[in-house]
């Protein structure tokens, strides 16, 4: 399996080892395209310019695993696992009681965050800091195992599905996209789908459990990701039936996109575009679909701690990223091309997340659920009439 222990390791214990790509003068000058796989099996394709910020990106990785090993042996082992220093990823404000060393400990952590935790840290770091161990903690040791045991073989709209969409999901990855791939995922997908009859199961979780296993140490922990992820991180009724969660986060972006990049939002309006057509994707694939593997990582590694708000400033930055070349279209199509040729070579994540935290400005988690709130009313009447059309129509 791709997503074990033993191979998984050995993978990131080679990574350095990994000789650093050096085109020649003559395939810079003739801009060629190169291929090969990165740290989590997925083939890259891009030109020299690609290659050269991957091989950049890959010593700033090296560089800050030693920041993080420093402070662990400075601070103590796992320092940044205690309650005091994750309780930040719940959302919850950190008192004035706490002491500074705890509140210096937090302040260190999110920046270091922000900064991506080294990949054989992440698996540890991530499930502790998302709330994913105690959320596991409050069921039996056994409840992944006697989840998966009792609804193996049965079948319901959301496993018809799921069995739809397996063979769609990274479609030649070297483990996702085999029979061993396959099953892990269909049982980490149909698993949670029983857990959660309200979600049951909704495209685009596919490629987010996806990613989640080829990071996560076990099948199990992938599933306690997920998990944490719909019920505490992202907003209620995202992946439902009628997907209103989602609606509601697209108008709040919509809102968020004039206030933050007025001179995009004007200009996008006059062309009759719709930010939904590409944001939707965005945020429910979490831009596993949509971004370089190690760049979705580096937005999930502050997703997980920081909260959803965290997907605002990313769609955000995109835009900010291409406002020049946004400003100039005159056609939907061309919009499009821009956004996906953007997010499809976004290899470095810092440029990325410099332009989300730096440029995008301040948002707090309780200025987004206000605007969730306002835009909520106008979502689930839009829903209503249209399912009232829908039914009237079948009559």
């Known amino acids: 399996m791709f997503g074990t222990q ?18 020649s003068i003559h395939a810079r000058r003739a801009n060629l395209t190169v291929k090969f796989q990165d740290l989590y099996g997925f083939t890259v394709e891009g030109n020299v310019d690609d290659v050269n910020v991957l091989n950049e990106v890959r010593e700033k990785v090296r560089q800050q695993g030693r920041v993080w090993w420093a402070l662990e042996a400075s601070k ?13 990823s719940e959302g919850i404000a950190l008192k004035s009681s706490l002491k500074f060393s705890t509140l210096a400990n937090a302040m260190t952590l999110k920046k270091l965050i922000r900064k991506g935790i080294p990949p054989v840290l992440r698996p540890k770091v991530w499930f502790s800091l998302s709330g994913a161990a105690k959320k596991k903690s409050t069921v039996p040791e056994s409840y992944y195992n006697d989840l998966t045991k009792a609804v193996e073989g049965k079948v319901t709209a959301a496993t018809r599905q799921i069995d739809h969409d397996l063979p769609r999901t990274f479609p030649g990855h070297p483990w996702l996209d085999t029979p061993e791939g396959h099953a892990a995922l269909r049982r980490v997908l149909v698993g949670y789908s029983f857990r959660d009859s309200d979600v049951g199961y909704c495209q685009g979780l596919n490629y987010v459990a996806a990613l989640l296993l080829l990071v996560m140490k076990t099948e199990e922990d992938a599933f306690w990701m997920l998990a944490v992820l719909l019920e505490n991180v992202l907003v209620n009724d995202c992946y439902t039936n009628n997907l209103s969660g989602c609606h509601v986060e697209q108008r709040v972006f919509k809102d968020l996109l004039l206030k933050k990049c007025p001179r995009i939002a004007t200009h996008l309006e006059a062309l009759d575009f719709d930010v939904s057509l590409v944001a939707t994707e965005w945020f429910l694939c979490l831009f596993s679909k949509s971004l370089p593997s190690e760049t979705t990582l580096r937005v999930w590694d502050v997703l997980f701690y920081e909260g959803a708000k965290v997907l605002f400033h990313v769609a955000l930055a995109i835009f900010k990223m291409k406002e020049d ?20 070579h976004l290899f470095d994540p810092d440029e990325l997340l410099t332009v989300a935290f730096d440029q995008i400005g301040f948002m707090t988690t309780n200025t987004i659920s206000k605007q969730r709130k306002k ?13 009232r059309r829908l039914n009237s129509q079948n009559r």
């Open 6 to 23: 033993s191979k998984r390791d050995l993978a990131l214990e080679l990574q350095a080892q990994i000789p650093i790509l050096r085109p």
């Open 76 to 88: 103590g082992a796992n320092w940044y696992l205690q309650p005091q220093v994750s309780s930040m």
């Open 325 to 344: 070349e946004l400003l100039l279209t005159h056609h939907v199509g061309d919009v499009i091309n821009i956004l996906q040729r953007t997010t499809h």
């Open 375 to 387: 835009q909520e009313p106008a979502v689930m009447k839009e829903l209503d009439l249209r399912l």
